[in-house]
């Protein structure tokens, strides 16, 4: 199935021109076993579609991929154990116990889950608001992430984040400012590079922000000084309300990045996302290469954010053809059952695990007290920097540390 990307580059193209357009597959489930061994223990070589990739300045990615049985099923479980947290968002919002803003990432979840399986541990990632899979996959849990969202004391910034501002030491957060993370990111990426890291740092952001002049900016300083960057763009196609092509001159968003050599990969198929993530990495860590630009083909099925119907710009049928046709999860899992690696009913078993999982998350997250009035005046800043004593909102108001 040809991807949405490919039919609306073709569409901008002269009629001439248009039986020599090749664009990346986003089907979920194009990638072939080439070898089993019988210790399932050991890893099986697959091979990947031919058009799983396209490139800018710099050579594909090899197509075949070793990976054992257990990473395959691994991937799995955390993919539904992330669409079950937002999900669960879901639910809560519409039930009032989350307000404010809140963007969901059902239907990209192999970007997020493919991302941590092809990075290390002390590289470093950075993201705009669509950020709770992350948050989870770079060492923080489902509990700390919901707990976040009601505005609870379980939460990982202590229920006086939010959203788009949850945090561990190898995730930067969410950010708010559309775009404005892509030069923060820059900045950690300097950070490694100064101290002589061998660690790379993951900025990304989505097609809506591409535009941002402070992402250009971004990208000709890690140039200049070849940092260890790899900048990632989510294109989910469509930026709030706009689909990539009203907005975008150039919807090829791996190509945007001048003298920096750019990847772009399907994104709906968690193997292709992993390999993708393994090359980038080896490019700016192991070969020194500097930065690159890595786009991942991806679609989300719900809103841009919670008060986002999400078909005022879209249509109804679009939305329901990617979820049965290239739907990530469902992908990986004809994978392994086509493949003999687990049974249908050892995947249901999996299905049920995440489940309970979110729910105790869910169910503890709701016992969490809100934040005390006192912890208005804590995390103010960085632990061992306090000054001795904060004034309130009047003169005579004072908070001692």
């Known amino acids: 199935m040809s991807s949405l990307a490919r039919l609306r580059i073709a569409r901008r193209l002269p009629t001439a021109l248009r039986a020599h357009v090749r664009g990346v597959q986003t089907t979920a489930d194009t990638t072939e076993l080439h070898n089993k061994p019988e210790d399932l223990s050991q890893p099986i070589t697959l091979k990947l579609h031919e058009d799983s990739f396209s490139t800018h300045l710099c050579e594909k990615p090899s197509l075949e991929v070793q990976i054992t049985a257990q990473e395959l099923m691994t991937m799995y479980k955390q993919m539904q154990t992330m669409r079950r947290m937002e999900m669960a968002a879901d639910a809560l919002y519409k039930a009032k116990l989350i307000r404010g803003f809140c963007h969901l990432a059902i239907g990209q979840e192999a970007v997020s889950v493919g991302l941590e399986h092809g990075i290390e541990k002390n590289d470093r990632v950075i993201t705009a608001y669509r950020c709770h899979p992350f948050a989870v996959m770079r060492g923080g849990t489902i509990k700390g992430v919901l707990g976040e969202l009601l505005g609870r004391q379980a939460g990982m910034s202590n229920g006086k984040g939010g959203s ?4 561990t030491p190898t995730f930067f957060g969410g950010n708010g400012i559309v ?5 923060i990111g820059a900045g950690v990426a300097f950070a490694q590079k100064y101290r002589a890291e061998k660690h790379c740092t993951f900025a990304l952001y989505g097609d809506g922000a591409s535009n941002q002049g402070q992402v250009f900016e971004a990208f000709n300083m890690a140039k200049l000084w070849d940092l260890p960057c790899v ?22 968003y791996f190509t945007r990045g001048d003298k920096i050599p750019g990847l772009q990969v399907n994104g709906m198929d968690i193997i292709a996302a992993k390999r993708a993530v393994e090359y980038a990495r080896n490019w700016t860590v192991e070969q020194g290469n500097g930065p690159l630009l890595l786009e991942f083909v991806t679609y989300r099925y719900g809103g841009h954010s919670m008060s986002d119907p999400g078909t005022t710009y879209r249509t109804r049928e679009e939305v329901q053809r990617m979820r049965s046709t290239q739907d990530p999860i469902r992908g990986l899992q004809r994978y392994i059952e086509e493949w003999g690696l687990a049974t249908e009913q050892e995947l249901k078993q999996l299905d049920k695990d995440a489940k309970a999982e979110v729910d105790q998350a869910v169910a503890e997250v709701k016992e969490s007290p809100e934040p005390l009035i006192k912890d208005l005046w804590s995390d103010i800043y960085f632990k061992g920097t306090e000054p001795p004593f904060m004034r309130g909102r009047e003169r005579e108001e004072i908070h001692y540390y």
């Open 179 to 183: 775009g404005a993370q892509v030069p």
């Open 164 to 167: 788009m501002h949850i945090f």
């Open 231 to 252: 900048f990632v763009c989510e294109n989910n196609k469509y930026g709030m309300g706009t689909s990539a092509e009203r907005s975008s001159s150039n919807t090829s």
